[in-house]
């Protein structure tokens, strides 16, 4: 289970993406390494997966999307968040997203602005994750018809060792 496999967006309808690697390197692009806009397939999951080096590593959102004992190394730079959620979505239409046992872990020389931020979520589900290194661990910010309700989070670092205070 060593496969590797380098991965653009986007991932449309896959029920299941798991013991992949990406460990491309290439000129990074801005766009996430894994896409999931919120007309994705209900019940996707990535799991097992390496991933390094991208500016936004998993691009979450729809219902019931699941980030399960994933790593995400080295992610870097300004506008740059190891998970997004919610990003496409409005009203807390990302439902029961999950993301658990896995860790994000910024590069310390230029880190990204969050390693997860969190802009429109109904019923997220944290737990078991480790946030290093990034400018700010978890970031909460909804935008406009926005909303960030009913969530779960618990026994995780949400900021480890973090630049910013």
Known sequence: ????????PFFLGFPDIGDLGSRARRK??????????HQ???????????INGACIGIELGGNTQTVEDTYINGVSGSGCYGIRVGYYTRSAATVDARITGS????DQAN??????LVQDAG???????????????????????QTIEWSTLGSSHYGDTNSVA
């Open 40 to 50: 994705a397939r209900h019940g996707a999951a990535i799991r097992n997966v390496w």
């Open 123 to 145: 019923g997220l589900f944290l737990a078991q994750d480790d946030f290093l290194f990034a400018k700010t661990g978890t970031k909460l910010e909804a935008g406009s018809n």
């Open 28 to 37: 990074r692009e801005a766009g996430p390494e894994i896409g999931r806009l």
């Open 1 to 8: 289970m060593n496969a590797q496999v380098h991965v653009r």
């Open 103 to 106: 860790t994000i872990a910024a």
């Open 111 to 116: 880190p990204a602005d969050a390693d997860l």
